[in-house]
């Protein structure tokens, strides 16, 4: 299994500019999480999905935050427009139904925002 | 009060010696805990999982969970400089959701 599949690596953008964000977690893994890491505020869950569906957007920061899982293999994490304080890690993670065996993550794209 | 807390660190131990890491954690519902360990620039890798109180061994890696406490401690035995590493622990809540420490960065000196 090639894991769970993040893209791009890094990705450079300037102020006010739209980000997307790709996920593909593994086969099988009903749960897809969208984590941020930064030092100050370490790793914080936006959103997750069950099935598809979103279940939890509160930790998404705000309305410039949105996400989609338009099929079982493909999740976006959209930021428009971009803005310096967004500069961080986002980390897609996926789990199987029973979620208490806890989550497989990506490789991260490391986003900065100039 | 933050859900989880860790001991930022840096911890360092001696290579040879037994590395010993704490998080505590704020919602009492909680039943499943995690260690994960996140080498620098890359994702966090599940280590070891927890439900029950006591100890669970995995090869030179011990958890150890009291809930009464609301405590969750991680030991190394025998630590190498390849556990060097930032570890983080992580605690499933009462919503299904896994919330995170901030991570302590462990530093093993050959």
């Known amino acids: 299994d090639a894991g769970v599949i993040q893209s791009p690596r890094h990705e450079v953008t300037e102020m006010g500019q739209e980000v997307t964000l790709r996920c593909k977690p593994i086969?099988?893994?009903?749960?897809l999480f969208w984590y941020r890491q930064t030092m100050m505020r370490g790793l914080e869950l936006l959103i997750y999905?069950?099935?598809?569906?979103?279940?939890?957007d509160s930790g998404m920061p705000e309305d410039r935050f949105s996400a989609k899982m338009p099929n079982a293999s493909f999740s976006t994490l959209k930021i428009q427009p971009s803005e310096p304080r967004d500069s961080a890690v986002y980390f897609c993670?996926?789990?199987?139904?029973?979620?208490?065996?806890?989550?497989?993550f990506g490789s991260g794209t490391r986003l900065t925002v100039v | 009060q933050k859900e989880v807390e860790q001991n930022s660190g840096p911890l360092s131990v001696p290579e040879g010696a037994i590395a010993s890491l704490n998080c505590t954690y704020s919602?009492?519902?909680?039943?499943?805990f995690f260690w994960y360990r996140q080498y620098s620039g890359k994702s966090p890798e599940l280590i070891m999982s927890?439900?029950?109180?006591g100890d669970k061994e995995d090869g030179r890696f011990t958890a150890q969970l009291n809930k009464a406490s609301q405590y969750v401690s991680l030991l190394i035995r025998d630590s190498q400089p390849s556990d060097s590493a930032t570890y983080l622990c992580?605690?499933?809540?009462?919503?299904?959701?896994?919330?995170f420490g901030k991570g302590t960065r462990l530093h093993i000196l050959p």
């Open positions: 993670a996926s789990t199987p139904s029973d979620s208490g065996n806890g989550y497989t």
């Open positions: 086969s099988g893994h009903d749960y």
């Open positions: 999905f069950n099935n598809n569906v979103p279940i939890d």
């Open positions: 919602d009492r519902v909680s039943q499943s």
């Open positions: 927890i439900y029950s109180n």
């Open positions: 992580a605690v499933m809540n009462r919503d299904d959701k896994i919330i």
